[in-house]
């Protein structure tokens, strides 16, 4: 929000009221949001409802091999279907703020739990005495 406040030069609390629809964009403020790759969806302005026209970049596959997590147990966790898991991963479709926000957290915490575990297992793990010699 405060991002998207400075590069509209408004506000944030300015930016809130547009976006609750309390007040009305101006021309200038549609074509700065234009400029930096908005597109209003409606033209007579009621409600202000934005979206961004270009698609993050996500790198499902990393996400995969940083959490060690089959795709289908990864999609499970984060609360989506694995059809629509899949979509993501061919670009057709794209995650919601939410669900992105939740395959992050997932993510991060599926790898430190992972490395939290490799370390825990070499610290506690006895070493093998040497091998006696048989005479």
């Known amino acids: ?3 998207l406040a400075e590069a509209m030069g408004v506000r944030p609390q300015n930016l809130n009221a547009y976006l609750k629809g309390e007040r ?20 007579d302005n009621t409600n202000c409802v934005i979206k961004n026209e270009k698609c993050p970049e996500i790198d499902l596959s990393g996400a995969i091999e940083l959490s060690n997590t089959p795709a289908s147990r990864l999609a499970q966790l984060v609360g989506v279907s694995p059809a629509t898991f899949t ?21 991060v915490a599926l790898a430190l739990s992972s490395r939290h575990a490799a370390t825990t297992q070499a ?4 070493e093998t005495p040497p091998a006696q010699a048989t005479a």
């Open 1 to 3: 929000m405060q991002k």
């Open 87 to 107: 979509a993501w991963e061919n670009g057709t479709a794209t995650p919601t703020v939410e669900e992105l926000s939740r395959l992050f957290n997932q993510v």
């Open 123 to 126: 610290t506690t793990e006895p």
């Open 24 to 43: 009305k964009l101006g021309p200038k403020y549609i074509a700065r949001l234009k400029e930096i790759g908005f597109k209003i969806d409606n033209t």
